[in-house]
Nanobody, 123 residues
Framework: QVQLVESGGGLVQTGNSLRLSCEVS????????MGWFRQAPGKEREFVAA????????RYADSVKGRFTISRDNAKNTVYLQMNSLKPEDTAVYYC????????????????WGQGTQVAVSS
């Protein structure tokens, strides 16, 4: 059983930073592509960022490119999302997810999800 637990969300002002963490249980963390998604009220869940199994490849949504950085520590079974220059439109519940297939951006390829952590950015 794979379990994902996110942490690090909160309320910040525009321009500030947050770092989200997602710890994954189990001994096969390095076999998963890891991704971050977000869902704002009244909107569909959207892709934010993803990182390859070894950490050498990353993908970002255009809306966060240059501001967010995804990274992982396979020794700690943890994936991170560093969010800088936050904007009110970044307000959402952020989910981490694990993918045992090959795609980066399609949520349907992610079989395991965390419970989400709330990020709120005030103007």
């Amino acid at each position: 059983q794979v379990q994902l637990v996110e942490s690090g969300g909160g309320l910040v002002q525009t321009g500030n930073s947050l770092r989200l963490s997602c710890e994954v249980s189990g001994r096969t963390f390095s076999s998963y592509i890891m991704g971050w998604f977000r869902q704002a009220p009244g909107k569909e869940r959207e892709f934010v960022a993803a990182i390859s199994r070894g950490g050498g490849g990353t993908r970002y949504a255009d809306s966060v490119k240059g501001r967010f950085t995804i990274s992982r520590d396979n020794a700690k079974n943890t994936v991170y999302l560093q969010m800088n220059s936050l904007k009110p439109e970044d307000t959402a519940v952020y989910y981490c997810a694990a993918n045992s297939y090959i795609g980066f951006t399609d949520p349907l390829q992610y079989g395991y999800w965390g419970q989400g952590t709330q990020v709120a950015v005030s103007s």
